[in-house]
């Protein structure tokens, strides 16, 4: 596995995790991807494609899909005629050229340090009028309710510990100008952020991402085991969180 991804692809319950984003996030992406008109005909690449809840709303709007990830474990079984799964790096894979009318990515690109050139090729898989949508988180919003010591600790550790791999925890903020700077046309942007409470399925992206790096972070030495341990326990009782802003960027070739 890349380097710069830093979630670990052992970890037992990454569906779970996975599943967290698609409830929070899926419901705006489709609102995106409708308002450009996606719909029969249309030949998109899902990069990063995760669990893949897109990928069978895409082909349920009639298009067809090439759905790539370096791990592809939990898509191969949605594989079908309108859905072509391929195990690949987009930091490092050929690409069809001038082929895609959409590519989308999602909490991918944040992840991996050359972006910006990843974002070049991914506009060179687009044909000329097609549209790519880049959303990335921008975490400045993000807090927990009320007094929450242990969990702003952790969430402090778990983020100096993905910079160090090259994530960028503001690049949502970021994406419109790198899609600019890639040459597409009528770029702009937009986010969303919800707050959610503990019984949300959204919460366990947020519990579930502190039980996978949990670990890793003690090792790295930035925060203590009695610390993670807190944590932990705080992650098991009622709160609410104010999620990080999930900003899609969005042009045309
Ligand atoms: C946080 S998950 C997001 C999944 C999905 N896009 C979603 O929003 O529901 C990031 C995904 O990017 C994939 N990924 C990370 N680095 C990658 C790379 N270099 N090439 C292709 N996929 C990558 C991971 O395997 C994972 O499935």
Not at 142 to 162: D, K, N, P, Y
Not at 213 to 226: C, Q
Request: proline share 3%.
């Amino acid at each position: 596995m890349p380097q710069d991804y830093v979630y670990d692809q052992g970890f037992a319950q990454e569906r779970s995790r996975l599943a967290g984003i698609e409830s929070l996030w899926d419901p705006g992406t489709h609102a995106l991807l409708d308002e450009l008109g996606i719909g029969p005909g249309w030949r998109c690449l899902e990069v990063g494609a995760g669990g893949g809840s897109l990928l069978e709303w895409m082909s349920g709007r009639g298009a067809s899909v090439v759905a790539v990830d370096i791990d592809t474990r939990f898509i191969e079984s949605l594989a079908s005629d309108s859905i072509d799964v391929r195990r690949l790096d987009i930091r490092t894979d050929e690409l069809a050229q001038g082929e895609f009318d959409l590519v989308h990515s999602r909490l991918v690109l944040e992840h991996l340090p050359d972006r910006r050139q990843i974002i070049q090729r991914l506009a060179a898989a687009l044909r000329p009028g097609g549209c790519m949508v880049i959303e990335d988180y921008d975490w400045t919003g993000f807090g927990f309710e009320g007094a929450a010591v242990e969990l702003e600790r952790v969430t402090a550790a778990i983020m100096s510990f993905m910079q160090r791999s090259g994530f960028e925890p503001h690049y949502g903020r970021q994406v419109v100008a790198d899609l600019a700077a890639a040459g597409l046309h009528e770029v702009r942007g937009e986010g969303r952020a919800r707050v959610i409470d503990s019984g949300s399925p959204g919460f366990d992206f947020f519990r579930l991402s502190f039980e996978s790096l949990r670990d890793a972070v003690v090792d790295a030495g930035l925060i203590s085991t009695e610390d993670a341990d807190a944590a932990a326990v705080r992650f098991s009782e009622d709160t609410r969180v104010l999620t990080p802003t999930m900003m899609a960027g969005i042009g045309r070739r």
